[in-house]
Structure formats: C-alpha cells, structure tokens
C-alpha cells in the first residue's frame, strides 16, 4: 500500500476518471505507476500527455525508451520502475531474460541497433554526470542522423523518469506486474 492516498478505478471521477478510461483503452488497466499521480489531477494529466508523447515518438523507439528509464531507474534504485520496464522489454519487445540482465549489467551489450545505442549510452551519460556531456557527444549523435530535438527528448525522458523514481521511492509504490 502507498503511505500516500491514491484514487483507484473504482474510486475515480472527473478528471481523473477520465484520464483513467483513457489508460484503460490503451492499457487494459490503470498500473499503479498511474494511479501514483492521482492524488493531484494536473501532474496526473500532465504524465499521461507524456506518455501520449513518447509512445507516438517519431524517432525514439519503444525499446530505446524502456531501456533508458530501465536503467536510470536502476541506478536510482527503483525497483517498481527496473522491474516494469525489464517485463516490458521481455513482453513487448520480444527480448530474453538474458538479453536484460546484460543490457542491465553493462549497457553497451543492450541488443539496439548503433544509432540508438549511441542515444541511449548518451542518455545514461547525462542523467549521471552532466558536466561531462560535450559538444562533441551531440556532435556524434547528430551524425548518426538524431536531430537536437530528438536528443533533447531523449534527455528529457531520462531525467524526467529520475524524478519519477524519487517519487515512486518515497511513497512506496507497489508491484502490479
């Protein structure tokens, strides 16, 4: 159980609600990770238009984005959010549970294609040492054809999912996968 008051399915009304339907048909359910956000229906219906963002990316894959938050989340030490995007990237992105734990024990042995790798490698860079991203970092991601603005998303993404898992740690988030 949360130590902080979320809405259930059952319990939801306006906004909220809404949004919930929303999740519903795209998900099937409303996974804790969502209800998490219930108690303030701004940032609720802020993350859920970040989710809309991300899923319908142009150029950020479905695998590229869960293995980001998969793996800031495990430096952060977020079980929910390690074990909720390994289990997407098994059952949704058809990889093995081998091809995990070594994407998990040393990114650079993630199964992506040298573009996104190159992306994701960046990423990890940034959300842990900042200061050490160069001009020439970006320079190299530009010549494997991501744009400034696919990089900002990309970054954005990750440090987003930080404090996500700030949040998910402090009010205790429980597994639902």
């Known amino acids: 159980m949360p130590i902080i008051q979320t809405v259930t399915s059952d319990q939801a009304s306006g906004k909220v609600a809404e949004i919930y339907h929303q999740m519903e048909q795209a998900f099937g359910h409303v996974p804790n990770a969502m209800q998490m956000w219930s108690s303030s229906p701004a940032i ?13 990316h142009a150029a950020l894959s479905f695998p590229l984005l869960t293995m980001v938050r998969m793996l800031v989340s495990q430096e952060n030490n977020c079980d929910y ?10 059952n ?24 996104d790798k190159s992306m994701l490698l960046l990423v990890l860079k940034a959300v842990s040492t900042p200061n050490a991203v160069s001009a020439d970092d970006l320079q190299k991601l530009r010549s494997l054809g991501w744009s400034d603005g696919d990089i900002l998303d990309a970054v954005t993404h990750g440090a987003r999912n930080m404090a996500a898992d700030v949040i998910f740690n402090t009010f205790k988030i429980e597994n639902d996968f």
Not at 44 to 56: C, D, P, R, V
Not at 81 to 90: D, E, K
């Open 81 to 90: 959010c390690v074990g909720f995007n390994a289990a997407m990237l098994i």
């Open 92 to 115: 949704k992105c058809g990889l093995t549970p081998e091809q995990v734990n070594l994407t998990k024990q040393n990114p650079e042995q993630a199964p992506l294609n040298g573009k």
């Open 44 to 56: 609720l219906e802020q993350q859920w238009q970040s989710i809309g963002y991300y899923m319908n």
